[in-house]
């Protein structure tokens, strides 16, 4: 991103946050693997608010960088699984599509 800030006026806007969610559409971000941080661009509008078009910067967390950070607040990571939203029982591969959050279960010490 450093070498080309341009890349961020280049990236498509989309509407996909409000309508889907389904935010993982190559042609739609654009990730600087250096970093390990997604940019895309989103649009909103019809939520009481003036329409509105957003750069989001999403950062993209390792199990490894979660245990990392769990450790250096005193936690501990028992486990991490894929899931659905609001359907946490239910464990997912980490491939499945509808495995789009990750569950993790930490212990104090």
């Not at 389904?22 to 649009?43: C, M, S, T």
Request: with cysteine; charged share 30%; proline share 7%.
């Amino acid at each position: 991103m450093e070498d080309n800030p341009r890349l961020l006026q280049e990236l498509p806007p989309s509407r996909v946050m409000q309508q889907t969610g389904n935010i993982f559409k190559p042609e739609l971000f654009h990730l600087d693997e250096e970093a390990g941080i997604v940019y895309r661009k989103e649009q909103f509008e019809g939520d009481g608010r003036p329409p509105g078009e957003y750069i989001v910067r999403d950062r993209r967390y390792t199990r490894e960088d979660v245990a990392a950070m769990c450790g250096q607040a005193g936690l501990s990571l028992v486990w991490a699984r894929p899931v659905a939203l609001g359907m946490w029982e239910q464990e997912l591969a980490a491939d499945d599509p509808k495995a789009k959050e990750i569950l993790f279960l930490v212990e104090r010490g």
